[in-house]
């Protein structure tokens, strides 16, 4: 059984810094590429970043290229996004997943964690 357990949310304002956090437990083969999502209220789910537990490789949303950094500390099994500049357009659920294969689309992605909300004021 996978489980994912997110934190390191809050409210910032905006310009302002979080590091959210994903720790991972559970069966390796499904844990290969980690993302992390984000739904605002009356919008779809949507993929900010992951990245490649093999090799590191990265992927983001144009929305946060730049102010956004996805990382990972395979002995901790934790994955990080730093987020940088915050604006209030970034306030949303955060949710964190795994995916057996370096994939965009959450439909890929099989397991979830339970989310951490984020909110920028201006």
């Known amino acids: 059984l996978v489980q994912l357990v997110e934190s390191g949310g809050g409210s910032v304002q905006s310009g302002g810094s979080l590091r959210l956090s994903c720790r991972v437990s559970?069966?390796?083969?499904?844990?290969?590429?980690m993302g992390w999502f984000r739904q605002a209220p009356g919008k779809e789910r949507e993929a900010v970043a992951i990245?490649?537990?093999?090799?590191?490789?990265?992927r983001y949303a144009d929305a946060v290229k730049g102010r956004f950094t996805i990382s990972q500390d395979n002995a901790k099994n934790t994955v990080y996004l730093q987020m940088n500049n915050l604006k209030p357009e970034d306030s949303a659920m955060y949710y964190c997943?795994?995916?057996?294969?370096?994939?965009?689309?959450?439909?890929?992605?099989?397991?979830w964690g339970q989310g951490t909300q984020v909110t920028v004021s201006s």
């Open positions: 990245i490649y537990k093999e090799d590191g490789s990265t």
């Open positions: 559970g069966y390796a083969r499904s844990n290969r590429c």
């Open positions: 997943a795994t995916a057996p294969w370096f994939r965009w689309r959450e439909e890929e992605y099989n397991y």
